[in-house]
């Protein structure tokens, strides 16, 4: 549940984003922040709020907290305190000018140039660029360039809120004439990309694969943190940035953005990275770039994945007796199952590991995207006409697969670690076994209608022998199969 949770509250934060600036309130965030020539790193930051003169004002890449600075747009600086701001693609340099000023900030530099005179930037935090949902930015510490333009700074940490007040105008002052009027567009490159470089995906098994439109072209690879980064100078993405949930043996994501800064020759950069899984390296992978395409294989981690799936939860409580919840049952059974799982040697990814409520859809296409080997649900049943009717049920979709071999195994080894009444191997038309793409299981592991058996499904010890059996079973199955 954890990844999932997290891939969702990542698509949350994007899409809260357009409003957020619009009180003062903080959200974080994850966006790219130049590091060095062609470098970038994503971090998870704080956003802040601006208030100019007491207004509220908004920037499509929000403020944010970046080594204990808040950074923002350095046209907000230009709009906000009237100064004026040039920008040298060539020298990376940004000019703000007013009438008695001059500053220049170069990207990645510590220091400033006041009126000439070298300042350094507060904690050495130097202006940069901040990538969010494809838009590049260049980003300087608001309180050095807001104090040197005369302007004083205060920081509210409960709201996150920057506030601006504005030196007075000087009405006397009188306009420069020769001041260009169109100062050059810092985020608008004169080149066009030279060609398109399609949006990586994890196909089943354990193969990543993405292309580039131009057969000729291969990518920079290079680790960094210890991610491995495919940067393409010169090439565009065919979507600006995103995510691909892999959580293979080697690859936990895949991350792509479009930078328009980077390379000396070329504004445009594509770049891939790979987050792999920890204790894993660039040598877990076997890359293979010809004619324009990139095709990789995940050698490293042999274990087999096993996707434990609770019934239920949150919103959906399953079925309800005695006052007992299923979704209550089936969760700490599911826990168990997985830690004897992993201590058997297998990978395991819970689809949820809380009480939250999740979509059958979303439980068969977790297992599907993750390329599972093996697929088990969790449940306890109820028959409210037939209260005498308690026992164990182990379903597959259909029968003569592996998904039956996988059900005998775990069926048998229930009733010999906790003895239920045997109802036996059965198949039914449920969502999570018909649209998993691998050997899929559902234990009904008893019927909380039969008050005797929703006494023993409540209790702790006997949740732990079904979850012994489940486990035991799996792990059988997966021996004999060659996956463990
Ligand atoms: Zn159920």
């Not at 994007?14 to 470098?39: F, H, I, M, N, Y």
């Not at 799936?309 to 979704?327: Q, R, S, T």
């Not at 010890?461 to 489940?470: D, H, N, P, S, V």
Request: hydrophobic share 40%; net charge negative.
């Amino acid at each position: 549940m954890k990844r999932f949770a997290a891939v969702l509250l990542l698509i949350l934060t994007a899409v809260a984003l357009l409003a957020v600036t619009a009180s003062a309130a903080t959200t974080t965030t994850a966006l790219s922040v130049r590091t060095g020539p062609g470098q970038f790193e994503t971090v998870t930051v704080n956003t802040a709020s601006l208030e100019v003169d007491g207004q509220l004002l908004q920037t499509d890449v929000p403020a944010f907290v970046y080594r204990s600075r808040t950074m923002v747009p350095i046209r907000f600086i230009s709009d906000a305190l009237g100064a004026n701001v040039e920008w040298n693609q060539d020298a990376l340099q940004a000019t703000i000018t007013t009438a008695d000023k001059t500053i220049v900030l170069t990207i990645g530099s510590a220091t400033a140039l006041v009126n000439g005179q070298s300042v350094a930037l507060y904690d050495g935090v130097p202006a940069t660029m901040a990538v969010l949902n494809g838009i590049s930015r260049t980003v300087v510490p608001v309180r050095f360039v807001s104090e040197q333009l005369g302007a004083s700074v205060a920081w509210d940490q409960q709201q996150y809120l920057v506030s601006i007040t504005s030196p007075k105008q000087e009405p006397e002052t009188p306009q420069e004439p020769e001041t260009p009027e169109t100062p050059v567009e810092p985020e608008t490159p004169a080149v066009e990309p030279d060609y398109t470089v399609s949006i990586p995906k994890a196909s089943s098994g354990s193969v990543l694969s993405w292309s580039a439109s131009d057969t000729a072209v291969s990518p920079k690879v290079f680790t960094l943190d210890g991610r491995v980064v495919f940067d393409y100078p010169g090439g565009k993405l065919d979507k600006a940035s995103g995510t691909v949930n892999v959580n293979g043996p080697v690859v936990k994501t895949i991350r792509y953005n479009q930078y328009d800064h980077g390379y000396d020759d070329t504004p445009y950069v594509a770049r891939i990275v790979l987050d792999l899984q920890t204790g894993m390296t660039k040598d877990d992978l076997e890359i293979n770039t010809t004619g324009g395409s990139v095709s990789i294989r995940q050698v490293g981690d042999p274990r087999p994945l096993v996707v434990v799936d609770a019934g239920h939860g949150g919103k959906d409580p399953g079925a309800m007796y005695d006052g007992y919840n299923e979704k209550d049952f089936v969760l700490p059974m599911a826990l168990e199952v997985g830690q004897r799982l992993e201590a058997a040697g297998c990978r395991v990814i819970y689809s949820r590991d809380d009480d939250t409520y999740i979509t059958l859809s979303d439980r068969a296409d977790l297992a599907n995207e993750l390329g599972a080997d093996i697929f088990i649900s969790i449940h306890a049943n109820a028959m409210p006409q037939k209260p005498n009717i308690n026992g164990l049920e182990t379903y597959c979709y259909k029968l003569g697969g592996q998904a039956e071999v996988l059900a005998n195994y775990v069926h048998d080894a229930i009733l010999e670690a906790a003895s239920p009444e045997d109802r036996g191997v059965r198949t039914a038309n449920y969502y999570v076994l018909r649209e998993t793409d691998m050997p899929a299981i559902l234990v009904e592991t008893g019927y909380m209608s039969n008050a005797d058996e929703c006494q023993k499904l409540a209790d702790a010890t006997y949740q732990k022998a079904l979850a012994r059996g489940i486990a035991n079973g799996a792990i059988d199955y997966l021996h004999a199969a060659g996956l463990l």
